[in-house]
């Protein structure tokens, strides 16, 4: 049996350990965010526009996307690779679907989604391995289906040693734009939309949205 990589077994348990204060600290976040809330309302409505289906949220973490894309009609599917993070978006969002789940290995059919997001959670997988998870995006979602990516900007790897009120080992990586788009046209999706927006403290780097569609 082969051995998962050690940046996914820190990256676990980091999300265990921080799950509940993370999910506290943010629990109000989107409200004061226009762009998240831009982006998010975009993606729902090109859902919409291209058919009934289900949506995969991908590193859901405590589920706040998926219960805000939920309230904005659609029917949302979250995965993460943290069980206690799990355990806290089906508590939190009782009427949704929760599933522990590897980006890399994710628990739905060939084309079986109507669209997906990756809500910051590319970010922890290193360089060389991303292009898998791109790959495993473009067999999860059906051609014309919508995929958005969010994520920090920048060329650098974060170590946070202390976040959320906890100390973990946490490598953060920021991503560059142009690689982003590389890898989706490499992985059969076609680019719609991006937009990189200023840092507002407590953020350190410039935030990156990218929208593209499964060819």
């Known amino acids: 049996m082969t051995s998962e990589p050690d940046d996914v077994t820190q990256t676990r348990t980091a999300y265990d350990t921080v ?21 998010l309302g975009a993606f729902a409505e090109q859902v919409a526009g291209s058919g009934d289906g289900v949506v995969g949220d991908l590193g859901c973490g405590p589920g706040r996307i998926a219960g805000y894309l939920a309230g904005l009609g659609l029917d949302v599917v979250g ?19 929760f599933e522990v789940a590897s980006m890399a290995a994710l628990p739905f059919g060939d084309a079986e ?8 959670s590319v970010i922890h997988t290193p360089d060389e391995r991303q292009p898998e998870l791109y790959a495993e995006f473009a067999r999860v979602v059906r051609p014309g289906g ?22 973990l080992d946490l490598h953060t990586r920021r991503q560059n734009v142009d690689a982003v788009k590389a ?27 990218v929208l593209a569609r499964r060819h």
């Not at 109507?114 to 910051?120: E, F, K, P, S, V």
Request: aromatic residues 8%; charged residues 20%.
């Open 183 to 209: 890898r989706l046209n490499a992985a059969g999706f076609a680019l719609t939309a991006e937009l990189v927006t200023q840092p507002v403290p407590p953020q350190k780097s410039p935030q990156g949205y």
């Open 146 to 167: 919508t995929l958005l990516l969010a994520f920090q900007v920048g060329d650098d790897v974060v170590h946070l040693t202390h976040a959320y009120g906890h100390d």
């Open 79 to 97: 995965v993460d690779l943290s069980p206690r993070m799990v355990d806290v978006a089906r508590r939190e969002h009782p009427a949704l679907r």
């Open 113 to 120: 989604l109507a669209g997906a997001l990756a809500w910051y």
């Open 19 to 39: 799950a509940e204060d993370y999910a506290e600290l943010l629990r109000h976040d989107l409200a004061g965010s226009v762009f998240d809330r831009a982006v």
